[in-house]
């Protein structure tokens, strides 16, 4: 049997990290493919993220994804940064280049967009503005990537107002903040509705909003995957929306990510999902 070139090597930086779906999903891919390497989970604080970066390359690593609360920081530690990463704000994977520099990208807007067209295929971005609860990373890459989309228009209501009128300032016109009390009555002739706060992940409070303005043709979605059903795609589909929930994202911002380092771009096929349910 021949033995390839080199061990392939990535991994995921956060804190914490031991619960990351990214290994399990990385390394399906690689066996899928025959690949022969390892996608490990890597606890790294950010006093230490610049030093575990810059050893990357002389590891053999051909990259890294990125979590909390490293996704911010990392901008100012990479060599180069690809366009998109830089208007978001953060970045969420890194490639070893080949001169051995660090290149940061970030694949959110990818992972969600491609969600949003697998499970709401009928969906179009020029249909109606969008609204999006909450005001932290997940919203810059979603803003991000409804904006290229098309979208007319992005409503943004977050509980701090000062935090959506700044994020609405970086991105432009078509993005408009509102108060966390108008976010029901922003509903009204909306095309998609995005819950992008951690409200209904397990350990948190639930979201409170009424849908009752909120068209019926419009799609629902909530970046929350744990539980995969929250109690907001719950009350959407009662209520006959296509719910759209947040596992797509995850499983899609992996792809392109993977195909950076490995030269494969995989596929989020029903065996997948099922097995990161399985781990839900």
Same mark, same amino acid.
């Given at each position: 049997?021949?033995?390839?070139? $080199?061990? /392939?090597?990535?991994?995921?930086?956060?804190?914490?990290?031991?619960?990351?779906?990214?290994?399990?999903?990385?390394?399906?891919?690689?066996?899928?493919?025959?690949?022969?390497?390892?996608?490990?989970?890597?606890?790294?604080?950010?006093? @230490?993220?610049?030093?575990?970066?810059?050893?990357? %390359?002389?590891?053999?690593?051909?990259?890294?994804?990125?979590?909390? #609360?490293?996704? +911010?920081?990392?901008?100012?530690?990479?060599?180069?940064?690809?366009? /998109?990463?830089?208007?978001?704000?953060?970045?969420?994977?890194?490639?070893?280049?080949?001169?051995? %520099?660090?290149?940061?990208?970030?694949? *959110?807007?990818?992972?969600?967009?491609?969600?949003?067209?697998? &499970?709401?295929?009928?969906?179009?971005?020029?249909?109606? #503005?969008?609204? /999006?609860?909450?005001?932290?990373?997940?919203?810059?890459?979603?803003?991000?990537?409804?904006?290229?989309?098309?979208? #007319?228009?992005?409503?943004?209501?977050?509980?701090?107002?000062?935090?959506? &009128?700044?994020?609405?300032?970086?991105?432009?016109?078509?993005?408009?903040?509102?108060?966390?009390?108008?976010? +029901?009555?922003?509903?009204? @002739?909306?095309?998609?509705?995005?819950?992008?706060?951690?409200? @209904?992940?397990?350990?948190?409070?639930?979201?409170?909003?009424?849908? *009752?303005?909120?068209?019926?043709?419009?799609?629902?979605?909530?970046?929350?995957?744990?539980?995969?059903?929250? &109690?907001?795609?719950?009350?959407? $589909?009662?209520?006959?929306?296509?719910?759209?929930?947040?596992?797509?994202?995850?499983?899609?911002? %992996?792809? #392109?990510?993977?195909?950076?380092?490995?030269?494969?771009?995989?596929?989020?096929?029903?065996?997948?999902? $099922?097995?990161?349910?399985?781990?839900?």
């Amino acid at each position: 049997m021949a033995h390839p070139d $080199r061990y /392939l090597l990535a991994g995921v930086m956060g804190s914490p990290i031991m619960h990351s779906r990214s290994p399990k999903i990385h390394n399906l891919w690689l066996a899928e493919h025959g690949l022969i390497g390892h996608y490990a989970p890597l606890l790294v604080e950010p006093a @230490g993220l610049e030093k575990a970066l810059r050893a990357l %390359a002389p590891l053999g690593f051909s990259g890294v994804n990125l979590t909390i #609360p490293l996704k +911010e920081l990392a901008l100012k530690i990479v060599d180069r940064i690809d366009p /998109l990463a830089a208007s978001i704000g953060a970045i969420n994977c890194v490639v070893i280049g080949g001169d051995g %520099a660090l290149e940061g990208y970030n694949y *959110d807007a990818f992972g969600f967009i491609a969600s949003l067209r697998e &499970q709401a295929p009928d969906w179009r971005a020029g249909s109606g #503005p969008c609204v /999006l609860l909450g005001a932290g990373g997940a919203s810059r890459a979603i803003i991000a990537g409804l904006l290229a989309e098309g979208a #007319p228009e992005i409503l943004l209501a977050n509980r701090m107002l000062e935090r959506a &009128q700044a994020l609405a300032g970086e991105f432009g016109a078509r993005v408009k903040p509102v108060t966390w009390r108008e976010r +029901e009555g922003a509903l009204a @002739g909306a095309s998609l509705l995005v819950n992008c706060t951690s409200m @209904g992940m397990v350990g948190q409070p639930e979201l409170q909003i009424a849908l *009752d303005d909120l068209p019926t043709e419009a799609v629902v979605s909530d970046i929350v995957y744990a539980p995969l059903e929250t &109690q907001l795609l719950a009350n959407a $589909r009662a209520r006959g929306h296509v719910g759209v929930d947040g596992l797509g994202m995850l499983l899609h911002q %992996a792809r #392109p990510a993977f195909q950076k380092w490995f030269g494969i771009l995989p596929d989020v096929t029903p065996e997948l999902r $099922r097995a990161i349910e399985g781990t839900l």
